[in-house]
């Protein structure tokens, strides 16, 4: 799951790709924001699953809809490339339902310490 940040979601491209490509057994979901998908396409054994910040997906009942969504893909492990509240919530959806959760530490309190100095 990753939301925001187009510089973010491309660099993911090409890892999930060399991921799939070294593991061709494997198949991800990623969830992102429509405008996001094409660059996603033609990525074997890769499925995009559109975010609706704006709609569906709005708000915390929004965020357990999402869960709810990608429930029936019998996702077995959540990645939350992420890691802000949005994501978090719907990583504990996961995590509550007894998948393997993982997330990115982007290391938030140690980047604070060091630009106070």
Known sequence: M?????????????????LLQQHPEVKIT??????FQ??????????FFPFDATGRHKGLLGLLQL???LK?????AFADLH????????????????K????TDKARAEKKSFNAT
Do not use: C, E, H
């Open 2 to 18: 990753r939301l925001s940040a187009m510089g973010d979601v491309a660099m993911t491209v090409p890892v999930l790709r060399a």
């Open 100 to 103: 393997k959760v993982a997330f």
């Open 38 to 47: 094409p660059l996603f396409q033609g990525i074997p054994n890769l499925i």
């Open 30 to 35: 990623v969830v992102s924001r429509s405008f």
């Open 83 to 98: 890691n802000v509240l949005r994501s978090k919530i719907v990583r504990t959806f996961f995590l509550w339902s007894g």
């Open 67 to 69: 869960y709810r969504d």
């Open 72 to 76: 029936p893909l019998q996702i077995d």
